[in-house]
């Protein structure tokens, strides 16, 4: 079975940004999505893979996807 294929409607890039300012970003950006639009988010942020996804869940967000390669995370986000 094929995992379906989200195309981002906007895209956070947070490489390099010391935690916890990839989370309180993503939380910013949020409510600004219309329902059914995808926010896609990027950073190297180790902690963040505890935070963005619990936060996002917790204010009513769905969580995609969340992929990581390396250091690398990668959300997408759907109001």
Known sequence: ???PVYTPTYRL???GEPCP?????TLE??????????LEVVSDCP???NNIPLDARNHGYE????????PTIRYLIRR
Do not use: F, H
């Open 1 to 3: 079975m094929n995992k």
């Open 13 to 15: 890039d947070m490489m």
């Open 21 to 25: 300012y990839p989370a309180i970003a």
């Open 29 to 38: 950006a949020l409510p600004q999505l219309q329902p059914g639009e995808i």
């Open 47 to 49: 902690q963040s893979i």
């Open 63 to 70: 969580v995609l996807e969340i992929e990581q390669d390396g």
